[in-house]
């Protein structure tokens, strides 16, 4: 991946020129604030960043976050590793902790977490509707999950444009583009929800490769609460 937490360009910035190479703004960020404006802010919560990879979008909720603990999960161990690293570099070590574990067998109670995140994972899921009956299992009732890709609402319109025309530049073949397109469709989303058996959710987002709809910077999103009983 080119944008990563090194660059540190505001979101909504927007610079009208940019070298066709040029390092991309951090993602994680823009990401971050439309995964709060879903799943809210308050103190005290259990969070988990699922296929967390290095870290990036966990550590980003929890710099913006007042306070509260993310668990950092992937099933590879190395990634894992790298994330705690990060981490720690951002003053944020006591806060997180690491478990190696996949999406269709987490490695947690039930009912012992209040937010589920997780960016450009799902499309890797061996069981991508186990992996969601997972999530709705482990999440706290009032539980909010924001499952998908992007590279959020605010990210700038010149970046946006730029990562998709390398996006498009590095697909292999046109099988490989369609299949790439078809696992981020909204489509392909709403069928996973159903399959998993979730009772209410939404799908954000218009998928992976187009540019011109406003709304493909914020990518393809399952969201959904899990209500508590007498909300029901
Ligand atoms: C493209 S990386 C995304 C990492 C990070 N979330 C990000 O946005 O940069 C995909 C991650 O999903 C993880 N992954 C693959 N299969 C998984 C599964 N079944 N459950 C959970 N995570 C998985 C991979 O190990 C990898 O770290």
Not at 99 to 104: K, N, P, T
Request: hydrophobic share 40%; glycine share 12%; charged share 25%.
């Amino acid at each position: 991946m080119t944008a990563g937490r090194a660059s540190r360009a505001q979101p909504g910035e927007h610079r009208a020129e940019k070298a066709p190479n040029a390092e991309l703004p951090d993602y994680y960020q823009t990401v971050a604030e439309d995964v709060i404006a879903f799943c809210g802010d308050q103190g005290g919560r259990v969070w988990i960043d699922l296929g967390t990879g290095p870290g990036g979008l966990g550590l980003a909720l929890l710099e913006k976050a007042s306070d509260g603990a993310m668990v950092l999960m992937d099933p590879n161990a190395d990634a894992l590793r790298r994330a705690l690293d990060a981490a720690r570099r951002h003053g944020v070590g006591s806060r997180v902790v690491a478990v190696i574990g996949s999406a269709e067998s987490i490695p947690l109670p039930d009912e012992s977490v209040d937010v589920v995140v997780s960016r450009g994972s799902f499309y890797f899921w061996r069981d991508r509707a186990q992996g969601l009956r997972e999530i709705w299992r482990i999440l706290r009732p009032g539980g909010r999950a924001m499952i998908g890709g992007g590279l959020g609402s605010a990210y700038p319109q010149w970046a946006r444009q730029e990562f998709i025309r390398r996006r498009r530049e590095s697909a292999k073949s046109p099988e490989e583009a369609r299949k790439f397109a078809e696992a981020r469709s909204p489509e392909t989303f709403r069928r996973l929800a159903i399959e998993a058996g979730l009772p209410s959710f939404e799908v954000v987002g218009e998928g992976g490769l187009t540019a011109d709809d406003p709304n493909t910077g914020i990518g393809i999103w399952l969201r959904f609460t899990k209500e508590a009983a007498n909300d029901a």
